[in-house]
C-alpha cells in the first residue's frame, strides 16, 4: 500500500474529501516524525509501538582493503508490533 493508497482509504472510510484525507495523513506522519526527532516514543494502543533506538559505534571492516574501520553510533527508527496487530497478521 502507498501513501496514496492509504489517502484513498481514509477519505473513503472517514467520509473526507481527497484533499481532507490527505492533510490528515500528512499531520499525523509530521507529528509522528516530530516526535521521534526528540527522542519521543510513540505509543498507539493495539497497533504498536515507534520508537528511536541507538546503535553503539562499533568497529567494521573495509570490505575492499580488509583495513579495519570505526563505525560511528547511530540512531534509527524502530517499530514494535503490539499484540493485537500480531494476532490479526496471523
Known amino acids: 500500500m502507498t501513501k496514496a493508497d492509504l489517502v484513498a482509504q481514509v477519505a473513503k472510510k472517514a467520509g473526507l474529501t481527497t484533499?481532507?484525507?490527505?492533510?490528515?495523513?500528512n499531520t499525523?506522519?509530521?507529528?509522528?516524525?516530530d516526535?521521534?526527532?526528540?527522542g519521543e516514543k510513540i505509543v498507539v494502543t493495539g497497533?504498536?509501538?515507534?520508537?528511536?533506538?541507538?546503535?553503539?559505534?562499533?568497529?567494521?571492516?573495509?570490505p575492499q582493503t580488509g583495513a579495519e574501520i570505526q563505525i560511528p553510533a547511530t540512531k534509527t527508527p524502530?517499530?514494535?508490533?503490539g499484540k493485537s496487530l500480531k494476532r490479526m497478521v496471523k
Do not use: L, Y
Open 19 to 25: 484533499k481532507a484525507a490527505k492533510d490528515s495523513v
Open 28 to 33: 499525523v506522519f509530521s507529528t509522528m516524525s
Open 35 to 38: 516526535a521521534m526527532k526528540r
Open 47 to 62: 497497533f504498536g509501538t515507534f520508537m528511536v533506538r541507538r546503535r553503539a559505534a562499533r568497529k567494521g571492516r573495509n
Open 78 to 81: 524502530g517499530f514494535t508490533a
